[in-house]
């Protein structure tokens, strides 16, 4: 059965970076197309980055972009998002996504946990 598990969320100050990660199993790793979404309290859940099965294109939230970077090692059947210069409005549960269909519309068939990550200023 497919899983994902997230981590490398936490507590960082504005300006600050974290690496979140996502290790799945239970399918081939690039078969699938992966996101990452995020969902702050009181917020509709919103999409944050996506990469297309095979790892040849990706692209971001226009809020995110130049500030945070997708990769992944098919090997460890990882997927990363490197965040770099937080803000306090990237406060939010991070959730890892698989086999999803493309656009952030949040239609992916397998969910992670999620993975707090919290901003101060």
């Known amino acids: 059965q497919v899983q994902l598990v997230e981590s490398g969320g936490g507590s960082v100050q504005a300006g600050g970076s974290l690496r979140l990660s996502c290790v799945a199993s239970g399918y081939i790793f690039s078969r699938y197309s992966m996101a990452w979404f995020r969902q702050a309290p009181g917020k509709e859940r919103e999409g944050v980055a996506f990469?297309?099965?095979?790892?040849?294109?990706?692209y971001y939230a226009d809020s995110m972009e130049g500030r945070f970077t997708l990769s992944r090692d098919t090997d460890k059947n990882t997927l990363y998002l490197q965040m770099n210069n937080l803000k306090v409005e990237d406060t939010a549960q991070y959730y890892c996504a698989a086999r999803c269909s493309s656009g952030f519309h949040g239609n992916c068939d397998y969910w992670g946990q999620g993975t707090q990550v919290t901003v101060s200023s």
């Open positions: 990469i297309y099965a095979g790892g040849s294109q990706t």
